[in-house]
């Protein structure tokens, strides 16, 4: 799971897939034509990814959300970590959560920055279902003191999204994988541990079915240029 923060992306994209990258995210603004770039990912065997800053509107995802694994909102502006949670980005993910639902398609949120303990909670009930922390756990004495909290603090969100999407009638446009139809937004009910990025990040999430995502339990990341 690479997270691109550089530009031009479309010189790199090719280089991470051959590398080994399974999934690959990219900010607009880093794109000519963020289409052109979303299919050049995908025609390397990828998944693929926007990254939205917290300025950017997410009326850019308007014409390409169907070609979409994965939407990462970015909660701090990139550049350092330790920032505090931009507060804002609770409607934000509202909104994009809204327009991934009815979408129809198993495309994962998620939210990077300022991710902790103490409002994890708040932000799984916004919409995430995949959630970046970095030194909110390594900065502790004890990560798997932290984590276990971490964890328990999303676990009534995730029940919650969890009941909704097995109340919600199942749409006929949605694919059978494996024998059992994918889910827009059906969150397991414990989130697993499967990326640590190399600014101090841990990706804490799951896949919405709630099987593991094959290729995402190594170290990768954020790379900035």
């Not at 300025?55 to 959300?65: I, Q, S």
């Not at 980005?89 to 129809?104: N, Q, W």
């Not at 909290?149 to 109340?167: I, L, W």
Request: proline share 7%; charged share 25%.
């Amino acid at each position: 799971d690479v997270h691109l923060m550089v530009e031009p992306v479309d010189r790199i994209v090719p280089d991470f897939a051959k590398a080994g990258a399974s999934l690959i995210s990219f900010h607009p603004e880093a794109s000519r034509h963020v289409h052109r770039t979303i299919q050049l990912i995908k025609s390397h065997g990828c998944q693929a990814g926007l990254v939205l800053n917290p300025a950017t509107p997410v009326e850019v995802l308007d014409y390409v959300l169907e070609e979409l694994d994965l939407v990462l909102l970015m909660s701090v502006n990139p550049g350092f970590g330790g920032q505090a949670f931009i507060p804002s980005a609770l409607p934000k993910l509202r909104r994009v959560r809204e327009m991934i639902d009815r979408s129809g398609r198993a495309i994962r949120l998620e939210i990077d920055g300022g991710v902790k303990a103490d409002n994890i909670g708040e932000i799984a009930a916004a919409g995430a279902d995949t959630f970046v922390a970095g030194s909110a756990i390594f900065g502790a004495p004890d990560y798997a003191e932290v984590i276990g909290r971490t964890r328990a603090a999303v676990a009534p969100a995730r029940r919650a999204a969890k009941q909704k999407a097995d109340a919600r009638p199942e749409p006929s446009a949605f694919r059978k994988i494996g024998g059992a139809p994918a889910s827009a937004h059906r969150p397991c009910e414990w989130p697993s541990i499967f990326r640590s990025s190399c600014d101090g990040g841990m990706t804490i999430g799951g896949r919405g079915d709630g099987r593991r995502l094959p290729g995402l339990h190594g170290a990768s990341g954020n790379v900035a240029g």
